[in-house]
């Protein structure tokens, strides 16, 4: 039979009609965020930076329940939410915060507000080249905005909020400060959510799939647990040299990668040796570039695999040991750091001037600079449960530490010949002394010597003078106990 021309135009016409009007339907559920928030001081601990208000993105996801991005509503002191198309502010409350992947759950105590909000469906992961809208309400404007643009990648991305590394999908399309927590939308569904750009790159933008978003949902529901992405706590390194694969009596039929180091405190450390080639991960054969089969010809990063896994579920490990095949079953943790990302209640411990904080990535983001190389620290796993790096964060001026005001950035090691686990630790060997003299050795082998009857005297002064409330947090704070009455 006779087909008209114009008919596949006519329907790619329809097809875009559909679309946008999906869209379009899509914007009552988008809504806007108000933040204010107070920043932890991390050099002056006891005290948080002045109030700031920002704005951010969200949408509808179940019945009362709004999704948006950690970031939008970190260090939050208040929070309000405004629909689209109304004049009027809703206080809002965070129910739930997933820093690692960016998320964060709303809720609103107002039936007025929920009146006419449908919640957005989540869809499946979209195709290279597919079009997205990005929809909510960048600065530049106070109405909502919707931007178009293309899939270019998907992969799995650093998130900068957390410097975990989790799949993400890149479009062409700008993401800017207000577009978080907004949904990007094929037709009526949910793509995937608005959370970070790349700096000095135009129209690149990075968006969570639903795949996070929906592993998120579920482990929040299922336990109220907001670390809910897997990892072996391993280092490894590619195995793309034939020279390499053979000096560990791989075969040419063999691929994989070597693992270089266990963090002591994961299950992996149980069964993996250093030198284990990883030939696959359930059942899914390991490439010597680290990488794995993906969605059609596409491969990502292995760290996909695991991390799409809950803390305690397993992952089976096929690996290469002295030329011998070996297959383990590993139960999975949580990212375990030495350097915490987030940190909204800093630590702190106060002796005869010098301000004693555990080393965290806020902290090395505003004031360490270049005094300790963040890298090589970085790359240093724990030894311990709960170990920290301990530093000085600053010296608040006196006579009795005047020989020491250049200790400030200084990564303190021992007090009183005892290796320092963490600062409640510190706090211990401090407040027990029982002798004259007190020392503190440092990281750079230099020394500080303070009397011990002295420098408790001076701290109060200290504190006194700057108006700080106490010598320590509160989370160091020990509980006075209860003396029973013998009457």
Known sequence: ????????????????????????????????????????????????????????????????????????????????????????????????????????????????????????????????????????????????????????????????????????????????????????????????????????????????????????????????????????????????????????????????????????????????????????????PMGNDAKVPFKGKERISYNHLVSMKKPSETALLKVLRDGREHEFNISLKPVQRLIPVHQPDPSYYILAGFVFVPLSEPYIDDDLSDDICECEVEKRMPKTAGEQIIVISQVLSDDINRAYSDFKKSQVKKVNGVEVVNLKHLRDLIEDCCIELLRLDFEDDRVVALNFTSAKEATSLILERHGIRSAMSKDLQKEPTTKLSTD
């Open 1 to 284: 039979s006779w087909i008209p021309r114009c008919s596949y135009s006519v329907c790619l016409d329809l097809q875009k009609e559909t679309s946008r009007s999906a869209t379009v339907a899509a914007l009552d559920s988008v809504v806007k965020i108000y933040t204010v928030s107070s920043t932890p001081n991390v050099v002056q601990p006891w005290q948080r930076d002045e109030e700031e208000e920002s704005t951010g993105s969200g949408f509808v996801i179940s019945k009362e329940k709004i999704l948006t991005n950690a970031h939008v509503v970190e260090n939050h002191s208040y929070v309000q939410v405004r629909k689209h198309g109304s004049s009027t502010a809703y206080k809002a409350k965070v129910e739930a915060v997933g820093h690692e992947c960016d998320l964060a759950i709303l809720v609103i105590d107002n039936k007025e507000f929920w009146e006419d909000m449908d919640p957005l469906e989540l869809g499946d992961l979209p195709f290279i080249n597919e079009e997205v809208s990005v929809l909510g309400y960048p600065k530049g404007g106070d109405t909502i905005s919707v931007t178009k643009g293309i899939v270019s990648r998907i992969e799995p991305t650093n998130y900068v909020h957390s410097s975990t590394e989790l799949l993400s999908i890149q479009i062409d399309a700008a993401i800017n400060k207000g577009n978080s927590g907004g949904p990007v939308v094929i037709g009526n569904k949910v793509a995937g959510v608005a959370f970070q750009g790349l700096t000095r790159s135009e129209n690149i933008g990075y968006i969570i799939p639903t795949q996070v978003v929906k592993h998120f949902l579920s482990c929040s529901e299922e336990s109220g647990a907001f670390v809910c992405f897997g990892s072996l706590d391993i280092s490894c390194q590619r195995m793309v040299d034939a020279q390499l694969r053979k000096l560990f009596q791989m075969d040419h039929t063999m691929t994989g990668i070597l693992i270089n180091a266990i963090n002591p405190l994961s299950d992996a450390h149980k069964f993996l040796k250093k030198d284990d080639v990883i030939l696959a991960i359930d059942g899914v």
